[in-house]
């Protein structure tokens, strides 16, 4: 909370208007990135378990790629985030997204061709869709269980995270984006999901079953170095600090989420969230002051301060909350009800929908029912910022919704559609999951 300033009288003395006047200056250039409120308390906090301090910052990042434009609103030297070396720098600290805002595609991936790639769980494929006709237009095998397709740091390769439930043979089918189609698959043990380190040093590789983080190279998939994470059963989705030098990741089938210093490649403390039990996806606001955690069975959103690791509040969704989406221009936030509590819920849920959330207020200011009852689960925002798309996770569909007034239509995919992505992105780098771009 930001102080009211006392008013002073007009016959306030000399000394006190110097001071009021002082005072002005210092806020008028001071960071605006307040921390955002929540609607409500949060309920019951319980304590960070085994938290370590963070590490010392790190050096000044390196000098931004030339062919990164710098808007006129960037940040001055008294707001500039101290980012990891070699990640790209945050051009505005209010709004780390305003470099995904619609339009602000790269020449490079601009040639690549419009497509939603879906990921089919149970029949092991992946459907393709133009979404100028909103048909499927091909469809082709990849591993067992395939769960996320999950753009590259540097947006030229789109891999399928089958972990292959179950069994040892996990692996990464690469889809180039230029001609759609895959490549040869490469073998990677239980890759639920996937991001990269916000240098594009790293790939991360979450193995779920193994509770384990896996740094591998990112173009070979070679490992780097694996961090145990014992306390993090049903590992599965991150989001990372303003700065990159952590990461948190939810732990579903635990009801904690586990931070992870990004740099030195160790677990800093875990955190058991109040109530609920089943976190799923993370979201980091725009001004990089608050996660947000989707969690299923307290079917809402939980607020978490990154930097101490304390839960500062709560938003009640919808049943079965799971996916998070910021909107083009970073003023909201689209969450997915999956209209479900279980894991393998029933089709045509009169719960599921999506709420729309306000970033400035966290306040809800729409919610959007699936007409006839659905199942929204993961997805992202088209390029131009019109569409939500997401996967129909139990109706064997996607749904594509009107960003304007929540209006949809289903196009039916294969068996069980999971992580699936919209491409192509606007934005520098993708730090991975559907779609995260920065």
């Known amino acids: 909370m930001v102080p009211e300033i006392m008013r002073y009288s007009v016959m306030a003395s000399k000394a006190y208007l110097i001071a009021a006047t002082a005072l002005a200056a210092v806020m008028s250039t001071g960071t605006a990135a307040f921390a955002q409120d929540a609607t409500q308390p949060a309920p019951s906090v319980q304590q960070p378990v085994a938290e370590v301090p963070a590490p010392a910052p790190a050096p000044a990042p390196a000098t931004a790629p030339a062919s990164t434009p710098v808007p006129q609103n960037a940040a001055t030297s008294a707001t500039k985030i101290e980012t990891i070396p070699g990640m790209p720098p945050v051009i505005d600290p209010n709004n780390l997204y305003s470099e995904t805002r619609a339009g602000n595609i790269s020449p490079e991936v601009a040639q690549d061709p419009a497509r939603v790639y879906v990921p089919n769980l149970r029949s092991n494929d992946v459907s393709v869709i133009d979404p100028a006709t909103s048909k499927v237009v091909d469809r082709f095998p990849v591993g067992k269980s395939p769960q996320h397709v999950v753009p590259s740091w540097d947006l030229r390769t789109l891999w399928v995270t089958n972990n292959a439930e179950g069994t040892t043979n996990g692996s990464l089918t690469p889809i180039d984006p230029r001609t759609a189609k895959p490549g040869p698959a490469v073998q990677v043990d239980d890759p639920y999901n996937m991001y990269f380190t916000p240098d594009g040093k790293s790939a991360i590789v979450v193995a779920e079953a193994r509770k384990r983080l896996d740094f591998r190279d ?193 196009i039916p995919v294969g068996a069980e559609p999971h992580g699936l992505t919209v491409w192509p992105q606007p934005g520098r780098y993708c730090i991975g999951h559907t779609g995260i771009l920065r």
């Open 218 to 410: 990112p173009h070979t998939m070679a490992l780097q170095e694996s961090v145990e994470v014992p306390q993090c059963k049903g590992v599965n989705h991150a989001d990372f600090s303003i700065d990159g030098r952590y990461a948190i990741f939810t732990c579903e089938f635990g009801g904690h989420l586990v931070k992870v210093d990004t740099v030195n490649k160790k677990v800093l403390g875990y955190l058991a969230l109040s109530s609920g039990g089943m976190p799923q996806d993370i979201l980091i606001s725009p001004n990089g002051k608050t996660f947000y955690v989707a969690d299923m069975m307290a079917d809402g959103i939980f607020l978490v301060d990154g930097d101490t690791f304390k839960e500062t509040g709560f938003i009640h969704t919808g049943v079965g909350t799971h996916g998070l989406y910021p909107s083009r221009d970073g003023t909201k936030m689209y969450v997915a009800n999956r209209g479900s509590h279980k894991i393998h819920g029933k089709p045509h849920s009169k719960a599921g929908g999506v709420t729309v959330i306000d970033f400035a207020t966290n306040k809800i200011v729409a919610d959007w029912p699936i007409p006839g009852g659905g199942s929204p689960d993961m997805g992202n925002v088209s390029a131009d910022g019109k569409s939500l798309w997401l996967s129909g996770r139990f109706d064997d569909v996607v749904y594509k919704i009107n960003t304007d007034d929540g209006s949809m239509i289903k």
